[in-house]
């Protein structure tokens, strides 16, 4: 079951928060789910634009005292075609967005 860690962190805060409805009421434990849920989608965003080559083709400053650079050329086309590669969604997005999806979705519900 490949997506086994992040129904493991999901039960365990829905867990937590099962048990913290009598200590404080169901509306502030839907607020904390669904800004668990951002953040989660954040971290989402984040794993999915670091794989995005979004500085490909960028060159480095040389800094002072620094022996200069040689001049190398890099060719728009192959910047274009690393840039314009297909979106990645890595393992651990999944896990983001896996939970941000299960909180929000739960986060609503309950303050409807």
Same mark, same amino acid.
């Given at each position: 079951?490949?997506?086994?860690?992040? +129904?493991? $962190?999901? &039960?365990? %805060? +829905? %867990?937590?928060?099962? %048990? &913290?409805?009598? /200590? #404080? #009421? +169901?509306?502030?434990?839907?607020?904390?789910?669904?800004? =668990?849920?951002?953040?989660?989608? *954040?971290? #989402? &965003?984040?794993? %999915? =634009?670091e794989?995005?080559?979004?500085?490909?083709?960028?060159?480095?400053?040389?800094?002072? @005292?620094?022996?200069? /650079?040689?001049?190398?050329?890099?060719?728009?086309?192959?910047? &274009? $075609?690393?840039?314009?590669?297909? *979106?990645?969604?890595?393992?651990?997005?999944?896990?983001?967005?896996i939970?941000?999806?299960? /909180? =929000? @979705?739960?986060? *609503?519900?309950? $303050?409807?």
């Open positions: 079951m490949q997506y086994r860690w992040a +129904l493991l $962190t999901l &039960a365990v %805060i +829905l %867990i937590v928060g099962v %048990i &913290a409805i009598p /200590l #404080s #009421s +169901l509306i502030v434990v839907a607020n904390v789910w669904f800004m =668990l849920g951002l953040v989660f989608l *954040i971290g #989402s &965003a984040f794993f %999915i =634009l794989k995005g080559h979004l500085f490909a083709g960028w060159h480095r400053r040389r800094r002072k @005292g620094e022996d200069p /650079l040689p001049e190398e050329k890099i060719a728009p086309r192959d910047v &274009a $075609t690393v840039k314009n590669g297909p *979106i990645i969604v890595n393992r651990y997005a999944k896990f983001c967005l939970n941000a999806i299960v /909180l =929000l @979705g739960l986060g *609503i519900f309950l $303050t409807l």
